[in-house]
């Protein structure tokens, strides 16, 4: 005998489907500790080179939150050198050593796509998303952003657009 959901009892499991698929497919992207683009997993956090950046993601409007414990696997019991603390959109950079490292490693290191049309789940349906560094349009491949001190990165997925604000929290990092 087959059961047919009444309407409302179909779309969350729908819902609930979609929700479960799209958890094990962040838990199969996300990394364990192995070393991502040249970028290794560390018991602790590297002391010579710290400097922070800011990152704001937006789709159709909407702020996307940027993850606390990007860059902290649950499995490999480390910290890369690229990572966030809290869901503030601040990203630490704290390396062993002086290196260039780009929005690109940030992305690798939290297991999420970032292209010219997606930033993580944010995605736009047509064109490529808006870039801005330092409030000023970026044209090129996101990915190829470099990461100084106080670098201020906004994405946006789709209209409505809107001019970016500047970060000016950085809480004395």
């Given at each position: 005998?087959?059961?047919?959901?009444?309407?409302?009892?179909?779309?969350?499991?729908?819902?609930l489907s979609?929700?479960?698929?799209?958890?094990?497919?962040?838990?199969?992207?996300?990394?364990?500790?192995?070393?991502?683009?040249?970028?290794?997993?560390?018991?602790?956090?590297?002391?010579?080179?710290?400097?922070?950046?800011?990152?704001?993601?937006?789709?159709?409007?909407?702020?996307?939150?940027?993850?606390?414990?990007?860059?902290?696997?649950?499995?490999?019991?480390?910290?890369?050198?690229?990572?966030t603390h809290?869901?503030?959109?601040?990203?630490?950079?704290?390396?062993?050593?002086?290196?260039?490292?780009?929005?690109?490693?940030?992305?690798?290191?939290?297991?999420?796509?970032?292209?010219?049309?997606?930033?993580?789940?944010?995605?736009?349906?047509?064109?490529?998303?808006?870039?801005?560094?330092?409030?000023?349009?970026?044209?090129?491949?996101?990915?190829?952003?470099?990461?100084?001190?106080?670098?201020?990165?906004?994405?946006?997925?789709?209209?409505?657009?809107?001019?970016?604000?500047?970060?000016?929290?950085?809480?004395?990092?």
């Amino acid at each position: 005998m087959r059961m047919t959901l009444p309407p409302r009892a179909r779309v969350v499991a729908l819902a609930l489907s979609s929700l479960l698929a799209m958890g094990a497919v962040a838990l199969a992207a996300a990394p364990t500790g192995e070393t991502i683009d040249g970028i290794r997993c560390d018991r602790a956090e590297g002391s010579v080179f710290h400097i922070h950046q800011h990152l704001a993601l937006f789709e159709h409007g909407r702020s996307v939150t940027v993850p606390d414990d990007v860059g902290r696997p649950i499995v490999g019991q480390c910290l890369y050198w690229l990572h966030t603390h809290t869901a503030d959109g601040i990203i630490h950079v704290e390396a062993p050593a002086f290196r260039s490292f780009t929005l690109g490693n940030f992305f690798d290191i939290w297991g999420v796509p970032l292209s010219r049309t997606a930033a993580g789940a944010a995605r736009v349906k047509a064109g490529a998303l808006r870039v801005y560094v330092d409030l000023q349009p970026y044209r090129g491949d996101p990915r190829a952003i470099g990461l100084a001190q106080h670098t201020d990165i906004t994405l946006e997925a789709g209209p409505p657009y809107r001019n970016p604000a500047p970060f000016t929290d950085w809480q004395g990092q």
